[in-house]
């Protein structure tokens, strides 16, 4: 029934105020009410309408993404948007465009790696568009190893320029976004060559392509690089190829902020770390665990909902039928998602904290905390997006049947999401990162170097190893210190003995690769320690709203309690808690999922997302989803005619023949 809101009874359970929580999940009231507008100002214009796309072929697909990044960057000029609200338009938009590569990498790029005149010539031409950018890094045959790039960059001392070669098919690029078919310009990553001597990886501004007729400039050979993963998800993107064959540019288009080569081809190293070269991936990093929250929390506010909507069995005496959502098995699987949807949210906010403290501290030149940045935004990009994937598909199960037309939403949200596991960075790549980090803390402890930041608690290692919970009832389980002092433990005892094991090789290097499976598992630990810390942290400021506080409680409780009940190996193993505290857990786990039950609605409602951002039937806001699943099958181009094409070609001489073949 159009216009009756079927969840309106489960919205009336609620225990909280929803309008209080959606500016917690927000960040802040402006947040809040920015974000309100934008995405209805989105959802109500008609050229950023996307239920088709999962119908449009590639060329079409790629053209209706022009289109639209083309009416956003009008729209964000005629309405005069600030920076902020035009990210938020372009993420309404929500569909992958060479803009995000744009804004996202080669601008910052720029900004983070270029000198303040290279800034002052490049930035105001790329803020208005008038060039648009990419960021390659990546080549045909290394992608982790950046230290393995191929493309050269070799100093010309004669003409002062660099001469940018693909020496190999290998060093190809291969993957940046919006390089195959857009972008005129790319920060071009390359290894600097000057007078035969090779001085690593360093960042080149380079045109690809002619701003009057958009062709490739000489010597550029430049493509897109094949369709992706899914129907429309991420192939709205062109991924691109590019090789240079002698490409001279200016010596003044290599990104000096780091490293500088002078007009006698002089390479001057300034006092800033090398390591900044990777700043860019850093600062998208941090991006992509906020973006994780959001992709779990609208797949988990589809799957709840639907779980409210959807019945089956124990219908008795002609009653209803159960709604799915309170069998005690879809909560299992779903309340955790929604809880690690929050988790997720305040960790991205810290993270976001943590990378704006670094980048003001290296401004003041102090370069302490780069490593401690470095390690939070490999380590939580990694946890985040291999759970907020694995969580839309487990959310696409949750949905049954119906989960898997492309109507649901999910498909489409999973193809398009899952590359987030290997882009800026492989997720097991970057844990090893962390790993190396929690190895070197600990290397460090005994010369007095008191650890800080988030391996604090690795300089509390004598209390850690004595450790012994002492829950004894269920409820214990609910007390912040209780949870974090387990999670310490484990994760310190699983450090200490990578780090006790890696000191029987006489090699470290040979010690690290043998040990790297356990290495994962010790970095894993820690990140999950960082998530339930920033909860716990944020649940200790004063959130406003009636009842809004408790929820978050409960919600913080589930995620811990859920990881201790996931990785009760970890927990025994490392002998921090014994298997009846294991089970106590498991039993507060579920009085938790029973409390968070006549909440979830309105617990998914204040993510605030619209039906044009959800994109998903069975995820309507007003739970109308069996008329209008009936009504969307009948828009398919199959449902076009009631003969389909190739019927006659194809089938009908069969079916003569069979008919010809029974007459005989
Ligand atoms: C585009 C954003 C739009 C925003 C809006 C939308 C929101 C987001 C949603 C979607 C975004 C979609 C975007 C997709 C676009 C994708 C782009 C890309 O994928 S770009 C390419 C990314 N590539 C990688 O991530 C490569 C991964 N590899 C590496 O990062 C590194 O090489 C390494 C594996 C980390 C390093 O390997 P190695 O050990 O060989 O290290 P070295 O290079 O020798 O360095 C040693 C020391 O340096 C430290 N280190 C390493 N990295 C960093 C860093 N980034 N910062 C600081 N320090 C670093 C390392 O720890 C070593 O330290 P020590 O041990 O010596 O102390
Ligand atoms: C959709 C998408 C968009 C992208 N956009 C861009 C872009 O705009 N610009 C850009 O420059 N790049 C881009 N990339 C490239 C991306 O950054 C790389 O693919 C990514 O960094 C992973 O590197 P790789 O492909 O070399 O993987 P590989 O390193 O080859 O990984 C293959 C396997 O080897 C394992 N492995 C690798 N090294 C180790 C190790 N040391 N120890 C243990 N296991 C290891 C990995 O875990 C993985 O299982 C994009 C990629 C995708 C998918």
Not at 10 to 34: C, P, T
Not at 179 to 191: E, F, N, P, Q
Not at 274 to 292: K, N, S
């Amino acid at each position: 029934m159009e216009g009756v809101d079927h969840l309106a009874d489960e919205r009336n359970k609620a225990q909280f105020d929803v309008s209080d929580m959606k500016i917690v999940w927000a960040g802040s009231r402006h947040a809040y009410e920015l974000s309100d507008r934008i995405s209805r100002l989105v959802a109500s214009d008609p050229v950023f309408k996307k239920d088709n796309v999962s119908t449009l072929g590639r060329k079409e697909l790629f053209k209706n993404t022009l289109k639209k990044a083309a009416h956003a960057w009008k729209r964000i000029n005629e309405l005069g948007l600030n920076e902020e609200e035009a990210l938020k338009l372009r993420t309404f938009m929500d569909q992958p465009s060479f803009t995000d590569l744009h804004w996202g990498m080669f601008v910052p790029a720029i900004k983070g790696q270029g000198t303040d005149e290279q800034q002052q010539q490049w930035l105001p031409l790329a803020n208005k568009m008038q060039i648009i950018g990419c960021y390659a890094q990546t080549e045909l045959g290394h992608g982790s190893n950046v230290q393995g790039l191929e493309t050269t960059a070799t100093f010309d001392h004669k003409t002062d320029e660099f001469v940018l070669n693909s020496p190999t098919l290998t060093s190809s690029k291969w993957w940046p976004g919006g390089l195959g078919k857009i972008s005129t310009h790319a920060v071009v990553y390359a290894r600097l060559i000057i007078d035969d001597k090779d001085y690593g990886v360093h960042g080149f501004i380079a045109q690809l392509r002619s701003l009057n007729d958009h062709l490739p400039l000489p010597g550029i050979t430049i493509g897109d690089i094949g369709m992706k993963f899914g129907s429309a998800a991420y192939n709205s993107m062109d991924n691109g190829v590019l090789r240079f064959d002698h490409v001279r540019i200016p010596r003044n288009q290599m990104l000096m902020r780091v490293s500088q080569v002078t007009r006698e081809g002089k390479y001057v190293h300034s006092s800033v770390p090398r390591q900044l070269v990777y700043g860019t991936m850093v600062y998208v990093r941090q991006i992509i665990v906020f973006d994780a929250s959001v992709a779990l929390s609208r797949a988990v506010c589809i799957a709840t909902r639907y779980s409210a909507v959807r019945r089956q069995f124990g219908s008795q005496n002609g009653s209803h039928e159960t709604q799915v959502i309170d069998y005690k098995t879809q909560q299992a699987r779903l309340f955790p998602l929604l809880a690690s949807a929050y988790a997720f949210r305040f960790a991205g906010e810290w993270l976001k904290w943590l990378y704006t403290d670094v980048t003001e501290r290296l401004q003041a030149k102090d370069f302490s905390t780069l490593p401690e940045a470095h390690a939070c935004t490999a380590g939580l990009k990694s946890l985040t997006t291999s759970v907020a994937a694995d969580g839309i598909e487990e959310c696409r199960k949750l949905c049954g049947g119906h989960g898997y037309l492309s109507s649901s939403g999910l498909p489409e949200l999973f193809a398009v999401y899952i590359p987030a596991c290997t882009y800026e960075g492989d997720n097991v790549v970057l844990l090893l990162q962390v790993a190396r980090y929690l190895m070197k803390a600990i290397s460090q402890l005994n010369s007095g170097n008191k650890p800080v930041g988030t391996t604090a608690y690795l300089g509390r290692k004598e209390q850690l190893m004595q450790y012994r919970s002492d829950v004894v009832r269920a409820e214990d389980w609910l007390k912040p210190s209780v949870v974090v002092e387990a999670f310490e433990a484990r994760a310190a005892r699983m450090s200490l003995a990578c780090a006790q094991n890696l000191s029987k090789f006489s090699n470290p290097e040979d010690g690290f690769q043998e040990l790297a499976a356990d290495l994962i598992e010790a970095a894993t630990a820690h990140c999950q320690l960082i998530v339930v810390s920033k909860f716990i942290e944020k649940l200790q400021q004063d959130i406003p709203g009636n009842g809004v506080k408790q929820q978050l409680q409960v919600l913080c409780s589930i995620y811990a309690l859920f990881l201790l009940h996931k990785h009760i190996g970890d927990f025994l193993t490392t002998g921090c808690i014994t298997p009846k505290q294991g089970s106590l857990a498991n039993e507060q786990l579920r009085s938790l999922y029973s409390q968070v039950r006549p909440n979830a609605i309105a617990l998914v409602d204040a993510f605030n997302h619209t039906d044009h951002y959800l994109g998903s039937i069975l995820g309507r806001y007003d739970g109308n989803v069996y008329p209008k699943l009936y009504e969307e099958a009948w828009k398919d181009p199959l449902n076009d005619t009631v003969i389909p094409d190739g019927f006659h070609e194809y089938v009908e001489p069969l079916l003569k023949q069979q008919l010809r073949n029974a007459r005989l």
